[in-house]
């Protein structure tokens, strides 16, 4: 429908049951302004004259496997309830115009999607990725414009850049692509845009968490072809709240930390002849031990003890919730924290020892906590955010512990949302 008459359709309260089933109806009043902001928007910005939709792109949180992915491990993660929520219409041009809610205007022409350096760690570099891809796919990418307006914190380990490339995949899928492009192809697309065109070479966990929705394990021995398991658990019935903790750190200059560690654990892998960790039988590389500490260094040996033991984690991660064994599931996340934390080593970087903000509030959150619960470093790590499964009866005061640290609205309460990046209404 045009533009105007989803405006109105939003403001007479239309789209209740979609809204509903993506946002929940706690926050259906909320998500109908964003709606309502975002049509505004669009209007107001580029005057749309052909039809528009509003789309979805979630953000991710990983439950399980922290940096197995990109050794073609296994993973639990999930699609939460922030999002990036978007406006877009066809403007019957080469161009796609992106006015994002506090940042700057962008603008990509579709007649030049080669890799651009000088876009390295952009949004432009992502959008014109994801272009470049659909039309390696044998697609034509058609201009469209999009004002977006997004609750996905930038930085923090609920992957804005996986929310955003799922975001304008889908757009590109629905107006370019008749809707053809599964949710699968489409986390491939944001992987590719983000490994050359944006310049970080990320696993595709943090896609799929975005694109596929709810809980879902996913087993990464053959990239081109993960196995996708949804996990049908109720975590409103576990009797603890999912909290993701803004430590008020930024991901930003992080790239050659995240960089390292998948360099060091495939020097571990080349040292047998392969290229991953995950081809490597874990009985050869502890046989082999001392000559790995000599050629490849202490660190990445850690990290690869970190990858065989956090692999394992994430499939007894999923059997738990299967099982609907929780206190088993806690047990689990808290053991991968501490294998982060003293084997991976991601929760501060060596670039910039002052600031250890994320072993900081896990130290003040496991007091908090006092033996219950689970709690971890979240994401990529290095600086970012942290995750906990928080007994409902200590919410309240887990929740004013970490912003009397932090500062107000820094511990957000989430739940696993059951659908991916979509068309949310048209």
Known sequence: MYCEQLLQALEQGGFQEQLSAIYGTDHLAAARDRAIWAVRALLEEFHPQQDAALFSGPGRTEIGGNHTDHQHGRVLCGSVDMDMLACAAPNGSDLIRIRSQGYPALEIDLKDLSCKPEEANTSAALVRGVAAKVKEMGYAPAGFDACITSTVLSGSGLSSSAAYETLVGNILNHYCCADRLDAVTIAKIGQYAENVYFGKPCGLMDQMGSSVGG????????????????????????????????????????????????????????????????????????????????????????????????????????????????????????????????????TWSTADPKQQAIPVVLALGQELLEGTGAIRVHGGGFAGTIQAFVPNDR????????????????????RIRPQGGCVVAE
């Open 215 to 346: 809980a879902v394990a996913i087993d990464f021995a053959d990239p081109a072809d993960p196995v996708v398991e949804p996990i049908g658990y109720d975590f409103s019935q576990s009797g603890h709240t999912l909290c993701i903790v803004d430590t008020c750190s930024s991901h930003g200059d992080l790239t050659g930390d995240y960089a390292d560690i998948t360099f060091e654990m495939g020097a571990v892998a080349a040292r047998f002849g392969k290229t991953v960790l995950r081809e490597v039988p874990e009985a050869d590389f502890r046989a082999a031990l001392p000559a790995l500490r000599r050629e490849c260094g202490d660190r990445a040996v850690l990290r690869a003890l970190h990858f065989y033991s956090d692999d394992r984690r994430a499939v007894q991660e999923a059997q738990a919730l299967k099982d609907g064994d929780f206190h088993r599931f806690l047990a689990l996340v808290n053991a991968s924290g501490l294998s982060s934390s003293l084997h991976l080593q991601n």
């Open 395 to 414: 919410l309240n005061a887990f929740k004013a512990g970490m912003e009397a640290l932090l500062g107000e609205g820094k511990c957000h309460i989430l």
